[in-house]
């Protein structure tokens, strides 16, 4: 099994990056805050008007560090990597796949199952300690419902794409229902993004970047092109591969790590920016309280259901994207997602 490493992520702005030996050094005024041995991190990712290296970033390829450019708010970027890793016979067979009805239905039907499922356990525990809560109670039949029927075969990719989104909203039809701080600032108005019309929102969008770097690093370094996805299409500028994923790790990840920051209170209204067009975003405080948490959250333990192995939560990506392409070099008759208990 993969080691998890460190991610280094840096949020002051005018901090230079540069490589000095086999380390990588944050540069701050003119003077150095931060050393590192570059085997010791598995990616970078700056955050607004950070500069690195020239020396740097080849070194970072390659050793296979991604380095990953995310404006000052947590809005993606861009990205800059070493040559692709891995067999280009997996890439072509990925690319055959995403153009065969069938084959694509398959994977669709594991994420959109795998996202459901995992959404409904989400909700579950919060019925458990809210038993007569009855907005809850329907959510979790109707997501029970939803699940049912993604086991026929007959279902298109279409189809399974149309019972996702309707899953989606019931889910956060009943998100606010899972804040449990008396806050009016602090209240959840239905998904909203690009930008984000709540301080809720605000939240979920930055820890949804967070992942779709892990998942989008994941898959790079084990062959597949992030690009080329099954339940979200090709389109320009988009990692739909990525995109897939990170769906069935939302909920129990990057949901309940938002709700528990909110909910202990270690993230308050104070912690985010209003403009006067209404959008909200993290202010710098609020973004290095979620960084500290994310990577705490990354050494959490788990079992994998379908592999039974003891592992910690910042490798499911990896271990996700090798089963995914274990599935497609024909090791596995379909596509085993990730199952949250």
């Not at 993606?76 to 072509?92: D, I, K, M, T």
């Not at 039949?141 to 029927?149: C, E, P, Q, S, V």
């Not at 790790?249 to 709700?259: H, I, K, P, V, Y």
């Not at 979620?290 to 079992?303: F, H, I, S």
Request: with cysteine; net charge positive; aromatic share 8%.
């Amino acid at each position: 099994m993969k080691r998890i490493l460190n991610t280094l992520y840096v949020t002051t702005q005018g901090a230079y990056l540069r490589k000095e030996g086999e380390s990588v050094v944050v540069r701050i005024e003119k003077e150095n805050k931060l050393r590192l041995p570059l085997l010791s991190i598995s990616g970078i990712v700056t955050f607004g008007n950070v500069l690195c290296s020239p020396f740097l970033l080849g070194s970072c390829a390659k050793h296979g560090i991604s380095v990953n450019m995310l404006t000052e708010y947590g809005h993606y970027l861009g990205s800059f990597a070493g040559p692709a890793s891995g067999n280009v016979l997996l890439r072509r067979t990925q690319y055959r796949w995403a153009d065969d009805p069938e084959k694509t239905d398959s994977v669709v039907r594991s994420i959109v199952s795998g996202k459901v499922a995992n959404a409904r356990q989400v909700l579950l525990r919060t019925l458990r300690e809210n038993p007569d809560n009855s907005d809850l109670k329907k959510a979790v039949g109707h997501l029970k419902g939803t699940i049912n029927r993604l086991q026929d075969e007959q279902l298109t990719s279409d189809n399974m794409r149309g019972m996702e989104g309707d899953a989606a909203k019931v889910y956060f039809g009943v998100f606010n229902e899972l804040v449990a701080v008396n806050d009016k600032r602090l209240v959840f108005g239905g998904r909203s993004r690009r930008p984000p019309m709540d301080r809720i929102n605000a939240l979920l969008s930055f820890v949804y970047t967070l992942l779709y770097n892990d998942t989008k690093g994941a898959l790079e370094s084990v062959g597949l092109d992030s690009a080329v996805g099954f339940l979200h299409r090709d389109r320009p500028g988009r990692n739909g591969l990525a995109l897939d994923l990170m769906e069935e790790m939302r909920s129990f990840w990057a949901d309940r790590l938002a709700l528990t920051l909110i909910n202990r209170q270690q993230l308050s209204a104070k912690d985010f920016d209003v403009s006067d067009s209404g959008s909200v975003l993290l202010n710098e405080k609020g973004r290095k309280t979620v960084l500290v948490a994310w990577q705490k959250r990354k050494q959490d333990e788990l079992t994998h259901p379908f592999t039974n192995e003891r592992m910690v939560l910042g490798l499911l990506p990896f271990l996700q994207a090798q089963l995914l392409a274990r599935h497609m070099r024909g090791d596995l008759d379909a596509y085993p997602p990730f199952f949250w208990r």
